[in-house]
């Protein structure tokens, strides 16, 4: 990549307006701009739980998780540079793949789960979460501003993905899924 940014603070952003990648300059509150937020704290917390995955040594999921951060950022590139197209339909073949490849071995899912059991078993569950919120983000600008290529379909993916890592951890941990127990009712 040529563009290196040389100077972190440049004072344009200071009246509540920051510059895209096209040269526009939009609301800081603006559905393009809330999108590539929520796209970036779901890639920050990304880091979190790979940090914690190899501190527990689960090559497994991040061989299949790492690459998302990279993809992620991709994402925010096309939010910020609209003409600018990176991601494709295999990325999202290979998050279904990994999502295939990982049920066979949870088999199905009979009860719903609660997000815990362990740091990583919720931590996985708060990407998820994020994972849906960045769609919605990104859905709402769909709406406004409509959206060339895949990148709806793979944040859609993703949270699907993660929801099922967060259940192999669990069984790679040897931990038991916090199951949910309906209220009694009166």
Partial sequence: MGFRLSKIYTRT????????????????????????????????????????????????????????????????????????????????????????????????????????GSMLVAQAHVCRSLARSAERRCQQLNAVEPLAGVGLAYINRLSDLLFVAARLIARRQGIAEVLWQAATKP
């Fill in 13 to 116: 952003g200071d009246k509540g307006e920051t510059g895209l990648g096209d040269g526009r300059r939009v609301p800081k509150d603006h559905p393009r701009v809330e999108a590539i937020g929520e796209v970036d704290t779901l890639n920050s917390q990304l880091g979190v739980l790979l940090a914690g995955l190899a501190e527990q040594g689960l090559n497994e999921l991040i061989e299949v998780l790492a690459p998302c951060q990279h993809r992620l950022f991709d994402l925010g590139g096309e939010l910020a540079m609209p003409s600018y197209q990176a991601l494709n339909a295999a990325e999202v073949e290979r998050l279904e793949a990994a999502i295939d490849h990982w049920n066979e071995e949870l088999g199905p899912l009979e009860n719903f789960i609660l997000p815990g």
